[in-house]
């Protein structure tokens, strides 16, 4: 039951994704996202349209993807924007090619949401975090990214 | 001897600025105006005091200029004082003063030069606030409200809270979080 719970939950991000849209994930979703990235080295990045350093650092994130894809670098995005910003999340996604799947945040509190995936994160942006093939939290980036640090942390995984 | 090295090592303490807990008082500190005068919080705090990071720049944050507002208008008269900062290095005084007279701010907003007074706190995001209470112990820690978005908001986290302290009935809910924009501190030597 549990393993076509994920795959129906899959089917579901492929289908919007195929559409070019993001898929609405929760604190519930937040888990099954990580256990289905189980087996690759997964970097997610929250971030918003109103986030100018997130916008910024998009590009560069994905060219990382792109260096260390061959090797288990999975880069999923998951948008912070409210709905009235999501049209806008997706034209930026789209010009940005971002490859991996996408989800945009839609929990029915945004405190249990930002705590379910870091108790010690504030909530602030940009943020990302770096889970090993275990699905292990191994460090997180909260605030402007310092390339050169995450692409060592990415570095040590392999 | 030893005893010297303490209070040494405790006069260290305090130049480097011990940072704030939620439940411990606050120290003095210092803020600027936005024409570059230094204000000591001593001065400004009062029998509750809301001490608020903002920014000119970031979209959340303007989200809540109109509620910001609203706030300073229904509890200054009743006695809580309001200290807004701004600890971004990439918004200069400047536009921090131009930032409030063009949103009709009625309360000022003090500059936190190489965002000291946010390392103190712990300030990681803007609009991020702290209420004081007259002793200067920090009562709660959080978000304004649930939601960006006004017409959304459930739960109005500071109203609730300043409503208990000014009741005499404490606070319900210590500590909240939301989704936020980072403060951009300056970029320290590694």
């Known amino acids: 039951m549990r393993r076509r719970d994920l795959l129906a939950s899959l089917w579901a991000v492929a289908r919007l ?11 519930a979703g937040y ?3 990580l256990e289905a990235g189980r087996g690759q080295i997964l970097l997610v990045d929250f971030w918003a349209t109103w986030c100018e350093p997130c916008r910024a650092e998009m590009p560069q994130l994905v060219a990382l993807e792109a260096r260390y894809r061959g090797r288990g670098l999975k880069l999923i995005a998951v948008s912070c924007d409210e709905p009235e910003q999501e049209a806008a999340a997706v034209r930026f996604l789209q ?31 940009p943020a990302l975090f770096l889970y090993d093939r275990r699905g292990r939290k191994l460090r997180s980036f909260i605030g402007e990214t310092d390339m050169g640090a995450l692409e060592t942390a990415i570095r040590k995984v392999f | 001897m030893r005893r010297m090295l303490l209070a040494a090592a405790v006069a260290a303490a305090g130049l480097a600025g011990q940072q704030f807990k939620l439940g411990s008082k606050v120290g ?3 803020l600027k105006d936005v024409k ?10 009062g029998q509750a005091t809301v001490v608020g990071f903002i ?21 200054a008269p009743r006695g809580v ?39 103190r706190f712990g300030a ?33 986290h500071l109203r609730q809270t300043l409503d208990g302290m000014l009741a005499g009935q404490g606070v319900a809910t210590a500590e909240t979080k939301a989704f936020g924009c980072t403060i951009k501190r300056v970029k320290k030597a590694a």
């Open chain 2, 55 to 75: 920014a000119t720049q970031c979209p959340v944050s303007n989200a809540y200029n109109e509620r910001m507002t609203a706030l300073y208008k229904d509890y």
């Open chain 2, 124 to 156: 990681q995001f803007t609009p991020e606030v702290f209420v004081l209470d007259k002793d200067g112990v920090i009562r709660y820690h959080g978000a304004i409200d649930d939601s960006q978005v006004a017409a959304r908001v459930k739960s109005p």
């Open chain 2, 36 to 45: 570059g005068n230094p204000v000591s919080f001593a001065a400004l705090k």
């Open chain 1, 95 to 125: 010009q940005h090619q971002v490859r991996g799947p996408s989800y945009i945040k839609r929990a029915s509190s945004d405190e249990k949401f930002i705590t379910a995936v870091d108790a010690a994160w504030s909530g602030a942006l």
């Open chain 1, 17 to 27: 994704a195929a559409q070019g849209r993001p898929a609405p994930v929760d604190e």
């Open chain 2, 28 to 30: 003095d500190f210092s």
């Open chain 2, 81 to 119: 004082k309001f200290v807004f900062i701004n600890s971004n290095r990439t918004e200069p005084a400047a536009e921090v003063a131009e930032h409030a007279t063009k949103n009709g701010f009625p309360f000022a907003v003090f500059k936190d030069d190489d965002n000291l007074v946010a390392d």
């Open chain 1, 31 to 33: 888990r099954k996202l």
